[in-house]
C-alpha cells in the first residue's frame, strides 16, 4: 500500500514563495508519475503539475514559468516549488502517484495567496 503525506503548506501574500513536499511510503515496482492536483472551493480538483519516472514533466499553463516538480526517489519524496504566487493559486494542494491503472492520494495541503 502507498501513502503520501504533504506538508509545506500555508498561507503567504501575492508574489511570495512556497515550497511543498510530499513523502512517500511503500513500495513501488515499476514506473510511475507523481503530480501535484489542487481544488479550490466550489471548483473541480485540476492537475497542477507532474513527473514521470524518466524525470519528463507538464505543467499546467496557469502555472508554467512559476512553479518547479522535482522528484527525489532516493528519499521517495516529491515536491513542488511555487513561485510569484497569486490570488488564484489558493486552493488544497494534493499529492498523487499513478502505478499503472492505480493512483493514490495524500490527505492534501492547504495553499492560501493574499493580495
Known amino acids: 500500500q502507498v501513502q503520501l503525506t504533504e506538508s509545506g503548506g500555508g498561507s503567504v501574500q501575492a508574489g511570495g514563495s512556497l515550497r511543498l513536499s510530499c513523502a512517500r511510503s511503500g513500495r513501488i515496482f515499476g514506473p510511475y508519475i507523481m503530480g501535484w492536483y489542487r481544488q479550490a472551493p466550489g471548483k473541480e480538483r485540476e492537475l497542477v503539475a507532474r513527473?514521470?519516472?524518466?524525470?519528463?514533466?507538464n505543467y499546467a499553463d496557469s502555472v508554467k514559468g512559476r512553479f518547479t516538480i522535482s522528484r527525489d526517489n532516493a528519499k521517495k519524496t516529491v515536491s513542488l516549488q511555487m513561485n510569484s504566487l497569486r490570488p488564484e493559486d489558493t486552493a488544497d494542494y494534493y499529492c498523487?502517484?499513478?502505478?499503472?491503472?492505480?493512483?493514490?492520494w495524500g490527505q492534501g495541503t492547504q495553499v492560501t495567496v493574499s493580495s
Open positions: 513527473i514521470d519516472s524518466n524525470g519528463r514533466t
Open positions: 498523487n502517484v499513478i502505478i499503472s491503472d492505480r493512483q493514490f
